[in-house]
C-alpha cells in the first residue's frame, strides 16, 4: 500500500482519530511508515492507554471530573507503539484492501468544478479525509453529467473499485448518494468478484444499527442478494454455526458468483451477520420482481425509491407489496385525485412507521395528525372566515394550503376518534382535491395529497382472521395465496368499515390495507431492532457539560449479543403482545436487558471521563433460558484483539 507524505497522512489521521495528540500522532505515523490503515489500527489497540489531550478554555464538553495519571507515560510510547508495529498483521489476503488515497488540497473548497473534468481519485480523497459529508457529496456531484458520474463511479482506483471505497467510509448518507448518482451496488473486487454487499458485511459499522442500514441501502438500490449462499439467510432466525452452515445445507455454493465465499470467510460471515442483517437478505430474496413499465412509471415520477420499501420495515409485507402495487396503477393513470388510503390493524404493527418510510422514498413531506384531540372541525381545520381566530388558520388546514398542487402526505392516526362533523368536511377534498383556507376562503388543490387514515376499529376482524388463516398469513411463502385471502379480508373490513363512517367517506377510500400481527420470527427481529437502538444509544461519548440538560452519563458502552437469535426469540415469545405489537417488545427490552445494563454500568466506576476504557456488556440466554446481561471486565491482551464486540 503506497503510504503518503507526513502532512497528508496526518490530515487523514486526525480525521480518523480526533482524540488522539498531534504528538501521538506523528509518533505513530513515523512508526508506520505513514501507512494511515496500519497508523489507526494501532492506535485503536492503545487508545485506552493514552493521555487525552489537555482541556481548551473554551470546551463546554470537557469532563470536569479528575483523571488519573496515563498508564503510558511519554518516554514508553516509542516503545510499546514498536512491540506492537513488528507484530502487525495484514489481514487475510481474501478481503479487499482499501488504499488511503492523498488529501487533495483546497479540493472542497474550489468551487464548482467543470463538469467535463470528473477527477474520482481527488473526489473519493476528500470523503476519506471528511471534507464531504451527504449534502456536499450531493451538490458536488450535481455539477456533472450522468454518463461520466457513472463512468468515475464504477471505474478503480489502485486496483479498487470506487464503491468499496465509499462503503468503507461507513457513511449511510454518502452511500446513497453515490449509489443514486450512478455507483454500481453489485462492484465486486478481485479476480473472484469479491461483492460489495459481503464487504460490508464483513467491515460492519460503528453500530449494528449503522451496519444494518448499510446493507439495507445496498439492497433496496439493487444489490443482488443472490451473491450471498441462502444458507446464510434463510432461515434467517436461527444462530449459524461458528464456521458457517454445514456444507449439506450450502447447494448453491458452486455458483460462478460465488467463488470468492471459501470456508474462511464463510466463518467470518457467519460471525458478522446480525439477526437483521439476516433478515433483511431473506426479505430481498423474497421480493417481487417489478416489470421495467413498472419501473419506467415510478422513475419518471419521481418515486423509484418506493421499490425499496419492503427493505425498510420488519414484517407487514403483504400491506407494502399492496401500497406498491396500488401506488403504481394510480402514478401510471396520472389520476388527479386524492390517493386515499385505509391502514387497519392493531397498535405497534408499523402502521406509522410504514407511512413515514413511504414518505421518505416518496421525498414527501408528512403531516401527522393526532385524532385523539380533536372533536370538532373547527378544532382540526380552524374556524371558518368570519369567526374568532379564522386568520390564524391550523396547522393542518396551512399545511395544505403550503403544500397546494403538490404531492405530501396527510397521515390521520386514531382515525376512529374523530366526530361526525370532521367526516363530513373531508368529503370534499377526499372526492375531488378541492378544500377551502379556512383563512380568507379561498379554494385549494389538494389532489394530489396523499391520505392516510390509521385506525383500529377493525382490530377484531383482523385479529380472529390472523388466528383461522396463521398457517398461510404467517408460515407461508406463497405470496399468491396470501393475497387471495386478504382479498376477502379487505371485502369484509370495506363493509364494516362503512357501518362504522358511514357509506360517503366510505365510497371515497382508494385502498384498505390490513396491518397482521407479527409472526414469532418476524417479532423477534423487532426485538433486535430494539436492542440496536439500545446500543446505539449507550455507544455515544461520555459528555459533562456546561448545560446539564446535555449530559450523557451512560456512554462508551459495547454490547455483544450471543446467539442473537435465541435471545431476541426468547423476548419475543415470552413477551410479545398481539395488541400492543412493538411497544410490547420495547418495554420487555427496557425492563430485561436496558435497565440491568445501566445499573451494572453506573455501579462500575465512581467517576465519568469521557475518555474513559469502554464497558463491555455481553448478553445471553443463561442455562435456564433466561435473558441475562454480563459485565464483561477488560482485559489487557485480550480485548484488543476481538474485533466483534457489536456483531453477536
Not at 489521521?13 to 506523528?26: G, H, I, N, V, Y
Request: charged content about 25%.
Amino acid at each position: 500500500m503506497a503510504s503518503l507524505d507526513q502532512d497528508e497522512a496526518l490530515q487523514h489521521f486526525m480525521a480518523q482519530c480526533p482524540r488522539c495528540s498531534k504528538d501521538t500522532a506523528l509518533t505513530i505515523l513515523d512508526l508506520s511508515g505513514n501507512d494511515i490503515n496500519k497508523a489507526v489500527e494501532k492506535y485503536q489497540d492503545i487508545e485506552e492507554l493514552l493521555t487525552p489531550d489537555p482541556a481548551s478554555d473554551d470546551d463546554d464538553t470537557r469532563s470536569q471530573l479528575s483523571r488519573d495519571n496515563s498508564q503510558v507515560d511519554t518516554d514508553s510510547l516509542s516503545e510499546l507503539l514498536k512491540g506492537l508495529f513488528d507484530s502487525t498483521d495484514e489481514g487475510p489476503t481474501w478481503m479487499p484492501k482499501v488504499p488511503i488515497l492523498p488529501v487533495p488540497k483546497d479540493f472542497a473548497s474550489s468551487g464548482p468544478p467543470y463538469t467535463s473534468d470528473f477527477n474520482i481519485r481527488e473526489f473519493v480523497g476528500a470523503i476519506q479525509a471528511k471534507q464531504f459529508d451527504s449534502d456536499k457529496v450531493r451538490t458536488y456531484l450535481g455539477y456533472y453529467y450522468k454518463y461520466i458520474l457513472s463512468l468515475s463511479l464504477n471505474a478503480s482506483i489502485d486496483g479498487c473499485p470506487v464503491m468499496f471505497y465509499i462503503v468503507s467510509t461507513n457513511d449511510v448518507d454518502i452511500i446513497r448518494e453515490c449509489i443514486k448518482a450512478g455507483g454500481d451496488p453489485n462492484a465486486t473486487w478481485g479476480p473472484d468478484a469479491f461483492p460489495l454487499i459481503a464487504y460490508s458485511i464483513l467491515i460492519g459499522g460503528e453500530t449494528m444499527l449503522q451496519a444494518s442500514q448499510i446493507l439495507v441501502t445496498l439492497l433496496r438500490f439493487g444489490a443482488d442478494h443472490r451473491v450471498v449462499p441462502k444458507a446464510f439467510y434463510d432461515p434467517y432466525c436461527r444462530d449459524l454455526p461458528e464456521d458457517g452452515p454445514a456444507q449439506s445445507e450450502l447447494h448453491d455454493l458452486k455458483d460462478k458468483n460465488k467463488k470468492w465465499c471459501i470456508e474462511e470467510v464463510r466463518a467470518c460471515l457467519a460471525k458478522a451477520l446480525t439477526l437483521t442483517q439476516r433478515y433483511d437478505l431473506y426479505r430481498s430474496s423474497k421480493a417481487t420482481a417489478h416489470s421495467g413499465r413498472e419501473k419506467t412509471v415510478l422513475a419518471r415520477q419521481g418515486a423509484s425509491e418506493v421499490l425499496g420499501l419492503h427493505q425498510m420495515i420488519v414484517a407487514q409485507s403483504i400491506a407494502t407489496r399492496w401500497l406498491q402495487r396500488k401506488l403504481i396503477g394510480y402514478l401510471a393513470l396520472q389520476q388527479r385525485k386524492p390517493f386515499i388510503l385505509v391502514f387497519a390493524g392493531p397498535s405497534g404493527h408499523g402502521k406509522t412507521e410504514l407511512a413515514r418510510r413511504f414518505g421518505d422514498l416518496m421525498s414527501l413531506e408528512l403531516h401527522v395528525v393526532d385524532c385523539t384531540i380533536f372533536k370538532q372541525d373547527s378544532e382540526l381545520f380552524g374556524p371558518r372566515p368570519g369567526f374568532t381566530g379564522s386568520e390564524e388558520g391550523s396547522p393542518l388546514n396551512n399545511f395544505l394550503v403550503r403544500k397546494a398542487g403538490q404531492r405530501c402526505i396527510v397521515f390521520m392516526d386514531e382515525f376512529e376518534k374523530t366526530s361526525k362533523e370532521i367526516h363530513n368536511t373531508l368529503l370534499l377534498p377526499f372526492q375531488d382535491g378541492r378544500y377551502e383556507d379556512r383563512r380568507n376562503g379561498t379554494t385549494v388543490d389538494c389532489s394530489k395529497t396523499i391520505w392516510v387514515l390509521a385506525t383500529n376499529q377493525l382490530d377484531d376482524s383482523i385479529h380472529a382472521f390472523c388466528k383461522a388463516n396463521e398457517k398461510v398469513l404467517l408460515h407461508s411463502e406463497d405470496s399468491e395465496a396470501q393475497d387471495k385471502l386478504v382479498a376477502k379480508l379487505c371485502g369484509q373490513l370495506r363493509k364494516e368499515f362503512r357501518g362504522h363512517f358511514n357509506a360517503p367517506l366510505a365510497g371515497r377510500i382508494t385502498e384498505i390495507l390490513p396491518f397482521l400481527v407479527f409472526a414469532q420470527q418476524e417479532a423477534a427481529v423487532i426485538a433486535h431492532k430494539a436492542l440496536m437502538d439500545l446500543e446505539t444509544q449507550v455507544a455515544r461519548r461520555i459528555r459533562l457539560s456546561l448545560n446539564r440538560e446535555e449530559d450523557v452519563y451512560v456512554g462508551n458502552v459495547q454490547i455483544r449479543v450471543k446467539s442473537d437469535a435465541t435471545v431476541c426469540s426468547t423476548i419475543a415469545r415470552d413477551e410479545y403482545d398481539k395488541t400492543t405489537g412493538a411497544r410490547s417488545i420495547a418495554q420487555a427490552m427496557e425492563r430485561i436487558i436496558q435497565d440491568p445494563l445501566v445499573s451494572q454500568y453506573l455501579k462500575d466506576g465512581d467517576e465519568f471521563d469521557e475518555h474513559q476504557p469502554p464497558t463491555r456488556f455481553e448478553i445471553g440466554v443463561n442455562v435456564d433460558g433466561e435473558v441475562e446481561v454480563r459485565l464483561v471486565p477488560f482485559v489487557k491482551g485480550v480485548d484488543e484483539e476481538d474485533g466483534a464486540w457489536r456483531s453477536r
